[in-house]
C-alpha cells in the first residue's frame, strides 16, 4: 500500500466551486491539493452558458470569456403573446475557457491541480484513496464534484432530487441579446431555453426524469419550430446535458474520521431548483469554502460555523423559495394540466413568482 501524503486542504472537482475554493485557500497560505478526473479543463461543457452579470464582483475577467451581452428575458408561456422582462442583464460565457482560467488562477495562487485524477473513496479514518493509487491525508476535504458528489455521498449528504436536461447548439440566424425561455404544460418541473452566442445557440430543455422519454422529441419539435421561423439553422452542431440538483441546500459541512469535508456548489445543493442557474453560487461558495478550510487551518476554530452560516444567509431564503414553487407546480401536474397561470407562478421574470 502506498504512503499517505499529508496536506492542509484536498479540493475535489475543479469545476467553478472547486477551482475558486482551492484559489482562495492557496492564496491564504494552506497546502492545497486539487483534482478533477476531467482529463482537459472544462471539457466536455454541460452548460447552456448563462451568467448574471454580477459575477464580474467574483471573477474580474468575465469579459475574457464573453461570447455575448445579454440584456433582457423574454418568456414564452404556451401560446400567449411573449412576456418580455427588461433589465435582466447577463453575459454568455465561453464555458470551458471559463473553467480553465480559474483553475489557472487556482495553480497561480500556489494550489497543486491535476487532471485526469478521480477520487475513489475516502476511508472512514478521512483518508482519500485516489485513482492512481495515492492516497491522501487532508485536514479538510472540498467536496466541489458537481450534483452526484462522491464527497457528499461518502458522508451521507446527497443531492436527492435532480432535473434532467438535454441540450444542443445550433446555427443562430437573427442574433438578439436576449434569453428565450419556453415554460409549457408538456415539461413538469422544468423548461426549454434559447441562448444565443453571437452566430450560434445553446437550445435545450431540462425537467422532472420522470419524463425523460419526451425530452428529444420536445426538443426536436422546438428545433423544428424555431427553424420554420427562420430563427435558427437546421444543422445541430454540438449536443450536451446532464443532472441539475432541484432540492435546494444540503448541510454543508460534515466529518469523515480526522478530516473536515465542506461542500460547496452543486454538491452543497446551490443551484437554483427553478432556474437550473448553479454558476454564480458555485464560485460564491467555493470561495468562501476555500477561506473556511484556510482559516482553520490557521486555528480560527469558528471558520466552519461561519461558513455554514454565511451560506445560509446567502443562499437559503431564494433557494427554499424555488423549491417551494416547483414543489407547488408538480402538485398542480399530478393533479391536473397546470394553466398558464400556474407556469408564471412557478417562473423567476413574473411578479407572481416573488409574491407571498
Ligand atoms: C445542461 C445544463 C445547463 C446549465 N446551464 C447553466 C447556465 O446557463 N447558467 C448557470 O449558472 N448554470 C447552469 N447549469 C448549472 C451549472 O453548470 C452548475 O451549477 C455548475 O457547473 C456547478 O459548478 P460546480 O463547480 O459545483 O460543479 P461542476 O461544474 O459540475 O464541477 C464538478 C467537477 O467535479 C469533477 N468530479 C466529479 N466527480 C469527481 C471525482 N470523483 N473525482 C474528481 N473529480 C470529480 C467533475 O469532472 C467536474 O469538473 C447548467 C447545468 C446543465 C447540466
Redesign the pocket.
Known amino acids: 500500500m502506498s504512503d499517505v501524503r499529508t496536506i492542509d486542504v484536498l479540493v475535489?472537482?475543479?469545476?467553478?466551486?472547486?477551482a475558486s475554493a482551492a484559489a482562495a485557500a492557496a492564496s491564504r497560505g494552506a497546502r492545497v491539493v486539487g483534482?478533477?478526473?476531467?482529463r482537459i479543463p472544462g471539457h466536455p461543457v454541460?452548460?447552456?452558458?448563462?451568467?448574471p452579470a454580477l459575477i464580474g464582483q467574483q471573477v474580474p475577467a468575465i469579459d475574457q470569456h464573453r461570447q455575448q451581452r445579454i440584456r433582457a428575458m423574454t418568456t414564452f408561456v404556451e401560446d400567449e403573446p411573449p412576456h418580455l422582462r427588461e433589465q435582466f442583464s447577463g453575459v454568455m460565457i465561453e464555458r470551458q475557457a471559463f473553467d480553465a482560467a480559474l483553475a489557472a488562477r487556482a495553480e497561480q495562487a500556489g494550489a497543486e491541480i491535476w487532471f485526469g485524477?478521480?477520487?475513489r473513496g475516502i476511508d472512514p479514518d478521512g483518508t482519500a484513496q485516489l485513482s492512481d493509487g495515492s492516497r491522501i491525508s487532508a485536514t479538510v476535504i472540498i467536496g466541489?464534484?458537481?450534483?452526484r458528489?462522491?464527497v457528499g455521498a461518502a458522508v451521507g449528504i446527497e443531492n436527492t432530487v435532480l432535473a434532467e436536461?438535454r441540450?444542443m447548439t445550433v446555427p443562430l440566424l437573427m442574433p438578439f441579446e436576449e434569453t428565450d425561455i419556453f415554460l409549457s404544460h408538456k415539461l413538469p418541473g422544468g423548461y426549454a431555453w434559447l441562448?444565443p452566442k453571437g452566430d450560434m445557440a445553446n437550445l435545450?430543455l431540462?425537467g422532472d426524469p420522470r419524463w425523460r422519454a419526451h425530452f428529444k422529441p420536445l426538443l426536436d419539435d422546438l428545433h423544428a419550430q424555431l427553424a420554420a421561423q427562420g430563427r435558427v439553422g437546421r444543422d445541430i452542431l454540438g449536443h450536451?446535458?446532464?443532472?441539475?440538483p432541484s432540492g435546494g441546500m444540503l448541510e454543508p459541512v460534515a466529518r469523515m474520521g480526522a478530516a473536515l469535508v465542506l461542500l460547496?456548489?452543486?454538491?452543497a445543493g446551490l443551484?437554483n431548483p427553478v432556474t437550473?442557474?448553479?454558476?454564480?453560487s458555485?464560485v460564491i461558495s467555493?470561495e468562501m469554502a476555500g477561506e473556511a478550510a484556510a482559516a482553520l487551518i490557521a486555528g480560527q476554530t469558528d471558520a466552519v460555523a461561519a461558513y455554514r452560516e454565511d451560506l445560509v444567509d446567502m443562499f437559503a431564503t431564494s433557494l427554499a423559495r424555488a423549491v417551494a414553487r416547483r414543489e407547488a407546480l408538480m402538485r398542480v401536474h399530478d393533479d391536473h394540466r397546470p394553466a398558464p397561470a400556474d407556469l408564471r407562478r412557478a417562473w423567476i421574470a413574473f411578479p407572481e413568482y416573488w409574491a407571498a
Open positions: 475535489v472537482g475543479l469545476g467553478p466551486a472547486g483534482i478533477d478526473r476531467k454541460q452548460c447552456a452558458e448563462f451568467v485524477l478521480s477520487l466541489a464534484d458537481g450534483p458528489s462522491a436536461t441540450q441562448f435545450g431540462g450536451t446535458g446532464g443532472a441539475i460547496a456548489g452543486d454538491a443551484t437550473g442557474a448553479g454558476i454564480m458555485a467555493g
